[in-house]
């Protein structure tokens, strides 16, 4: 579960037996207990010698017998928080050491450590605020060297108490002690705290200042179903008892949001008594970045119908910070955590918003301030990997090891809906925090902010940056930031197949299969069922589903119903049908019906995230998407519902021009006659598409020789649609690829942009 890219250039074989050794650790080894572990391994080993930060990394000498059995010890049991991203090692004269030494960090130079991710409570930190007799017994702000903020304190490197949030706390003699000695578990813990030192909860009601305790009144305002804010790590959740349809219904009307899903947050034996929970799942769950992961509901889940309505699987998280465990353990029961804004504006973090009055009825807060936001990170399990929906906290910046070396630094923009940015230098990429729909003003200023910020830390400039073609994006104009950078587009589908390609990292050639709602295509049209061959250097569209007309453009992503009457209209003989379907929408079902047969007001399409949209409302699903997906969402979970069918219906691979098009029309033409059940036939639309993208992949295949087959887009977030397609694509001997360290959908783009631009600068390949 853990991404872990170590880049050993150790032959163990090489280590002698006996004599002395000097190790060099570069990746993140400062501020994740690293050094007190060497110390404990090394009195295990009865080694001598030193450990010492250094402006590099660690650097450690040791001196004695059983050397091999020693570095074979500490590289499978370095702490947890630690990444060791590459360990040289070296034989160097003995020196007849007598002691084991901690010594002072070497402050010299540009300090070139990695920054970890904030990571969810451990369990020592649990064990002590369960116990009375502990000077931290039921604090909101425990942590150690093992777990706690990172990324999210973090203000400038290198890091040290100075540079983070918790500057202006001083440590009480207490909390200076353990911080000083090498064998305590908060040795250089930069965030620790006490009661006595450390930040203060305080409770606002109605915007003034309550008196009292403050973790009382913010449980007798959940307690009254009312809907409290609450400050987390990386930014503010509203807050709700779950099983109160009450105070579901107030956070869904200050929300703004009818049916969208909200994550739950819950102890592990709450979370088992809603859903089924996997090994793997379990392990996500219980992981050091503690993300919220999409778990399918048992038979008769009472929760899911407020939660997520219309679909088959509720988001659930484990309390990840100190504060959370309190909440949750006081209530004892699962309680809605979403976080906190309102409708697609980014995520409130700074305690002075004036949105968090109007969202809350009550504002949980305290005063260590989040130095940048990072929103829950969001997973399934596919195949026991992780599969995301949404990278942030916990993650990010973990880097991304890339299949090359860039000459030029790369700063990747991404695209409108679910946005993030990716810095790309050298052989690594960092993907940003989830930033959101930069279609609004305040989320593309988070998202320039956010770029600022991580620029600064990281002391990078970008000399190429990467925009998306589409003309209306509006971070487009972020560029402009950056005079004297070249300018690169990288078009929406062929980043979503280099994403893949640059996370998994694959040099050879693929067949890449983009399927999502929608992105800018070459020719002004808007593409969204793409097949490409090629590989990081260049993809090249290959085939593509049939063009449908997209009837007001973006109106028709909101509402499926117009893609429904487009769909109906160009199915040879369905006219009556497509007419009594715009009746049931008056006036304007008729008018948007005109528009279908002139041709006007609308594009081509070749999206499949709209062919989704058209199949679940013509199936009767529902006719608007509240959020984006929502329909599609529905139309995956009543497939869920049906045994697995073996049959298709009937669909056609036609020749416009070179381009191979998969026309589905034949396929709703039989499913609008189809006389079996409504999930029988959502499951037999899933497993038509999975053997049309078979059929495209082998006469592709034909054409160009390829075997590999890349499968990336908002669309395959469907795990029944990826399973069916993976399994079809391997029976028939193709390597499948799937993603497992970003999202296929837009939020992995910008890693995409930043590998598709970076290969034209890199020598070999
Ligand atoms: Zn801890
Ligand atoms: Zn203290």
Request: hydrophobic content about 40%.
């Amino acid at each position: 579960m853990k991404p872990r890219k170590v880049n050993m250039d150790l032959r163990l074989a090489a280590v002698p037996e006996r004599g002395r050794l000097r190790l060099h650790f570069s990746g993140i080894v400062q501020g994740v207990g690293f050094r007190p572990f060497l110390y404990r391994a090394a009195e295990k080993f009865k080694l001598k010698g030193f450990v010492k930060n250094t402006s590099a990394g660690v650097t450690l000498e040791i001196e004695g017998n059983r050397l091999p059995g020693f570095v074979n010890y500490i590289t499978r049991n370095a702490p947890p928080l630690s990444l060791i991203e590459t360990l040289r090692l070296e034989a160097v004269p003995e020196r007849n050491s007598r002691k084991f030494l901690i010594l002072e960090s070497e402050t010299n130079g540009r300090n070139n450590v990695m920054v970890s991710p904030d990571i969810a409570l451990c369990a020592n930190c649990q064990k002590e605020m369960a116990d009375p007799s502990d000077r931290r017994h039921g604090y909101p702000f425990t942590n150690c060297t093992d777990c706690g903020p990172r990324l999210t304190i973090i203000t400038g490197l290198p890091y040290d108490r100075p540079l983070t949030t918790m500057k202006g706390f001083t440590m009480c003699p207490d909390c200076a002690r353990e911080y000083r000695l090498p064998l305590d578990r908060r040795y250089h813990a930069q965030p620790i705290s006490c009661p006595q030192c450390g930040p203060k909860l305080s409770l606002q009601i109605k915007g003034k200042a309550s008196e009292g305790d403050s973790l009382d009144g913010a449980i007798k305002i959940l307690k009254a179903d009312k809907v409290l804010a609450v400050k987390g790590i990386g930014g503010y959740h509203l807050a709700c008892r779950a099983a109160s349809a009450a105070a579901m219904a107030r956070l869904r009307r200050l929300k703004n949001r009818e049916r969208k899903p909200f994550a739950l947050m819950a102890t592990m034996a709450m979370i088992k008594k809603n859903c089924r929970v996997s090994q793997a799942e379990k392990n996500m769950l219980l992981s050091p970045a503690a993300p919220i992961v999409l778990l399918e509901t048992l038979p008769g889940n009472r929760l899911v119908s407020r939660v997520a309505p219309g679909q088959n699987r509720i988001g659930f998280m484990l309390p990840y910070s100190p504060l959370h465990k309190l909440l949750i353990e006081i209530m004892g029961e699962p309680l809605v955590m979403t976080s906190a804004n309102l409708a697609d504006e980014p995520l409130i973090f700074r305690d002075d918003s004036r949105m968090l009055p109007r969202l809350a009825d009550a504002v949980l807060a305290h005063d260590r301030p989040i130095g940048t936001f990072c929103d829950d990170s969001v997973l399934q399990a596919f195949n026991k990997d992780t599969y995301f929906i949404r990278r942030s906290r916990g993650f990010v910046p973990l880097p991304i090891g890339l299949p090359f070396t860039s000459s030029r630094t790369v700063l990747a923009l991404g695209g409108m809906l679910k946005t993030t940015f990716t810095l790309l230098q050298g052989d690594r990429a960092l993907v940003s925090p989830h930033i959101g729909d930069t279609g609004t003003t305040s989320a593309l200023a988070a998202e320039k902010e956010a770029i600022n910020h991580f620029l600064d830390l990281f002391a990078l400039r970008p000399e190429v940056v990467v925009i998306d073609p589409h003309p209306a994006y509006p971070n487009r104009l972020l560029a402009a930031d950056f005079p004297g950078a070249e300018i690169v587009e990288v078009q929406h589908h062929r980043a979503h197949i280099a994403s893949l390609l640059a996370e998994r990292s694959e040099k050879g050639k693929v067949l890449g299969i983009a399927l999502d709602g929608s992105g800018y295509g070459d020719d002004g049209t808007i593409w969204g069922g793409e097949f490409f061959s090629g590989d990081l250097r260049g993809l090249e569209r290959a085939g593509h589903l049939l063009p449908v007309f997209l009837p007001g453009g973006d109106a028709a992503a909101r509402e499926p119903w117009r893609m429904a009457l487009s769909l109906l209209r160009a199915i040879p003989g369905a006219g009556p049908k497509a007419e009594r379907l715009a009746k049931k929408f008056g006036r304007k079902g008729e008018q948007v019906l005109e528009c279908i047969v002139e041709r006007r007001g609308g594009v081509m399409t070749t999206s499949c995230g709209r062919l989704f949209d058209g199949v679940a409302a013509l199936l009767g699903l529902g006719d608007l998407n509240q959020f984006e997906g929502e329909l599609p969402m529905r139309l995956q979970a009543e497939a869920e519902k049906a045994q697995p069918q073996k049959q298709s219906y009937p669909y056609a691979i036609e020749q416009k021009g070179a381009m191979p098009v998969l026309n589905m029309l034949l396929a709703l033409e039989a499913l609008l006659d189809d006389k079996k059940s409504r999930a029988e036939k959502a499951y037999r639309f899933h497993l038509t598409l999975a053997n049309g993208l078979l059929d495209m992949a082998i006469h592709c295949s034909g054409v160009s020789g390829i075997q590999t087959v890349a499968l990336s887009g908002g669309v395959f977030q469907n795990l029944l649609l990826l399973k069916l397609s993976r399994e079809l694509l391997q029976k028939n001997g193709f390597q499948v690829l799937h993603h497992t360290l970003v999202p296929a959908n837009d939020g992995g783009i910008a890693l995409g942009q930043a590998a598709l631009a970076a290969t034209k600068y890199c020598k070999e390949f």
